[in-house]
């Protein structure tokens, strides 16, 4: 299994990203991807994710209503749409699958990572 994230840049508060998290190598048929980020000094977070199975999709009470999570079955990518960027968001984003729980009912539990795509938003 493997994650590539690409996308991160630096963007002024209030600017617009769009993520991208390109997977490849599963063997089962369900699996759920998620969007972390880790800022320096703090303990990385869970931020969005989303079920391979019908779609589900959960957030963040810190970016629900300014991020958006989608997935492309035709090249196996999920994107991560941000919108409205606040300093605050600033770190480094990794994307992560679990294939033993498709659920997205919660952040833990994701075996396979990415290697991380840096955002920062700055004026």
């Known amino acids: 299994v493997q994650l590539v994230e690409s996308g991160g840049a630096l963007v002024r508060p209030g600017g617009t990203l769009r993520l991208s998290c390109q997977v490849s190598g599963f063997t089962v048929r369900y699996w759920s991807i998620a969007w972390f980020r880790q800022a320096p000094g703090k303990k990385r977070e869970g931020v969005s994710c989303i079920s391979e199975s019908d779609g589900y999709t959960s957030y963040a009470d810190s970016v629900k209503g300014r991020f958006t999570i989608s997935r492309d079955k035709s090249n196996g990518a999920v994107s991560l749409q941000m919108n409205s960027l606040k300093p605050e968001d600033t770190a480094v984003y990794f994307c992560?699958?679990?294939?033993?729980?498709?659920?997205?009912?919660?952040?833990?539990?994701?075996?396979?990572w990415g290697q991380g795509t840096q955002v920062t938003v700055s004026s």
């Open positions: 992560a699958a679990n294939v033993d729980d498709y659920s997205c009912s919660g952040f833990t539990g994701y075996q396979y």
